[in-house]
């Protein structure tokens, strides 16, 4: 089945310090989503994004949509422990209606 | 509002035993609805999606089948399991061709295959 290549795979950072993630697609998607799985829990939407180039923040979140439609970015600045999960991207092709998640980014904070 | 419930929680089943998982939404109509799995530090695999009541779209060849029989009831099954198939599944609903893409996600139900 397809799956979505995202980078880094892990990351181990201090609190406070800012984080970037991609994701990136052989397939052009029209919707480009963020979503974040704490332990144990079905994973929950951060960000959306809906347009070629589009820039959304949420919080001290903020992603980008591709302008070629085949990747998305998402930022975390300022990170505290609570970020602590796993980031997945993940692709929407509205004509198939299926929607296709990412390898995920795990990402732990020191304190 | 709407709710998405799945269950068991948690199983523990024998290789080649059945397998049987629900997951029903409340609270909106002709939804599409979708199973996931992730294996142990593993991304989220999608396996079966449905825009309709008995319409499936299979999207990984497997032992797995799934099968919608009311508008808001999705169910994972299996005829005899594999060691393979232990992970933690997720049944996930969205908006009927919504653009939005916001997917939501029930409790999930974590599967043990000895």
Redesign the interface.
Known sequence: GQQLNQSPQSMFIQEGEDVSMNCTSSSIFNTWLWYKQDPGEGPVLLIALYKAGELTSNGRLTAQFGITRKDSFLNISASIPSDVGIYFCAGLNTGFQKLVFGTGTRLLVSP | SQTIHQWPATLVQPVGSPLSLECTVEGTSNP?L?W?RQAA???????F?S?GIGQI?S??PQNLSASRPQDRQFILSSKKLLLSDSGFY?C?W?V??S?????F????S?LTVL
Request: no cysteine; charged share 20%; hydrophobic share 35%.
């Open positions: 599409n979708y996931y530090g593993r991304g989220l695999q999608l396996l999606y825009v779209s999207e990984v997720l996930a969205r009927a061709w653009n939005t893409g916001e997917l996600f029930g409790e999930g974590r």
